[in-house]
């Protein structure tokens, strides 16, 4: 079974500029999640999806990030304009219901 | 906001000793989760533990559930070399499976 995709593994940025992740989850996960893990800390909730609908964004930064799921499968989540305390790992995860999460090599931002 | 606070926040054994963590949370819960992470990796799901258990044993792991005193403890008996990572708690509330983690606890296990 493959596992959680993410794409690109790392990016380097300079601040204000904006930057794109994508997560492919594991097939028939209906539940997937965006983390932000900043170094050191654990992973913090972003944004979390059934299908192509949110269920909970409320620690998302609306301001500045964003995130979809058109079709109920892949994702992206999108920072624009970034700043030097996004520098994180930021983590995509899915589920098949409400337990056991998998999770993806994650995506090493650096904000200049 | 993290619910779960883990102790010790570092944690440096020799080969072959147990490593017990522990992790507290504030609010009731529905199941409390324990991962592993490996530097630089995503994180691995270990154990499930619902809030009706008190005990769950995975191969060399044993988690405790105290909803009483509102703890965890992870065990990792006849450590390896291989079991160094960051172990981090997390805890599910309500109906959506929204996980709250830790901060963590940092192993070293010493060949």
């Known amino acids: 079974e493959a596992g959680v995709a993410q794409s690109p593994r790392y990016k380097i940025i300079e601040k204000r500029q904006s930057v794109a992740f994508w997560c492919n989850p594991i097939s028939g996960h209906a539940t997937l999640y965006w983390y932000q893990q900043i170094l050191g800390q654990g992973p913090k909730l972003l944004i979390q999806f059934q299908n192509n609908g949110v269920v909970d964004d409320s620690q998302l930064p609306k301001d500045r990030f964003s995130a979809e799921r058109l079709k109920g499968v892949d994702s992206t989540l999108k920072i624009q304009p970034a700043k030097l305390e996004d520098s994180a790992v930021y983590l995509c995860a899915s589920s098949y219901g409400t337990g056991e999460q998998f999770f993806g090599p994650g995506t090493r931002l650096t904000v200049l | 906001s993290q619910q779960g606070e883990e102790d010790p926040q570092a944690l440096s054994i020799q080969e072959g000793e147990n490593a017990t963590m522990n992790c507290s949370y504030k609010?009731?819960?529905?199941?409390l989760q324990w991962y592993r992470q490996n530097s630089g990796r995503g994180l691995v799901h270990l154990i499930l533990i619902r809030s009706n258990e008190r005990e769950k044993h995975s191969g060399r792991l044993r988690v405790t559930l105290d909803t009483s005193k509102k703890s965890s403890s992870l065990l990792i008996t006849a450590s390896r070399a291989a079991d160094t990572a960051s172990y981090f708690c997390?805890?599910?509330?309500?109906?959506?499976?929204?996980?709250?983690f830790g901060q963590g606890t940092t192993l070293q296990v010493k060949p």
């Open positions: 609010t009731s819960i529905n199941n």
């Open positions: 997390a805890t599910s509330s309500g109906n959506t499976g929204k996980l709250i």
